[in-house]
């Protein structure tokens, strides 16, 4: 089946800074990645979409100078959360569509838990 | 536009007891539907789908899903569940190929000894 990894896997950093977290396919062309987030014990929130070397069409109200989203190739988009407060504080997850992998299908990443001190 | 209810935040369930979670969805237009599972720190399993044929969806690991256009539902079932079912479980739609997906709110199942 279609793999996709998130790196790292959790990260810790101090309020202030920016961290960027990796999504990649690994066994398939992701024409199409999304990125979501989900607070504890609520469903995910779909943040972003975005197409292979196109800009990211964000979700309202997800501030997209916050929340960088780069998918310069068919095989990774990142997410880079800007000067990260403590309310960033959450689980990102990453999903893709593409060719390769049943296309009907998003192919979810493991997630990656961000806390900001 | 597309929402999805599960009208169940928690479900106790007895080991080896059977298992309905409850998903019902609102849409204008056709939809695919999906069920995943979540265990705690992990992203999303792929537990079944529907796009089109059989109303019942068999998947992985003795889950069951019928697909019931008059009531726009989607509901899950297990026959006799183990303790490796406690997890969280989401129902989604999609309006088409590999669009926007909406999620439930999830059901926490949890098995009890």
């Known amino acids: 089946g279609a793999v996709v990894s998130q790196h790292p896997s959790w990260v810790i950093c101090k309020s202030g800074t920016s961290v960027k977290i990796e999504c990649r396919s690994l066994?398939?062309?992701?024409?199409?990645m999304f990125w979501y987030r989900q607070f504890p014990k609520q469903s995910l929130m779909l943040m972003a979409t975005?197409?292979?070397?196109?800009?990211?069409?964000?979700e309202q109200g997800v501030e997209k100078d916050k929340f960088l989203i780069n998918h310069a190739s068919l095989t990774l988009s990142t997410l880079t959360v800007t000067s990260a407060h403590p309310e960033d504080s959450s689980f990102y997850i990453c999903?893709?569509?593409?060719?390769?992998?049943?296309?009907?299908?998003?192919?979810f990443g493991p997630g990656t838990r961000l806390t900001v001190l | 536009a597309q929402s999805v209810t599960q009208l169940d935040s928690q479900v106790p369930v007895f080991e080896e007891a059977p298992v309905e979670l409850r998903c019902n969805y609102s849409s204008s237009v056709s939809v695919y539907l999906f069920w995943y599972v979540q265990y705690p720190n992990q992203g999303l399993q792929l537990l079944l789908k529907y796009l089109s044929g059989s109303t019942l969806v068999k998947g992985i690991n003795g889950f069951e899903a019928e697909f019931n256009k008059s009531q726009t539902s989607f509901h899950l079932r297990k026959p006799s569940v183990h303790i490796s079912d406690t997890a969280e479980y989401f129902c989604?739609?999609?309006?088409?190929?590999?669009?926007?997906?909406?999620f439930g709110t999830g059901t926490s199942l949890t098995v009890i000894p």
């Open positions: 066994d398939f062309q992701a024409t199409t």
């Open positions: 975005s197409n292979e070397g196109s800009k990211a069409t964000y």
């Open positions: 999903s893709a569509r593409g060719w390769g992998a049943d296309y009907n299908e998003q192919f």
């Open positions: 989604a739609v999609s309006r088409n190929t590999g669009n926007q997906f909406y």
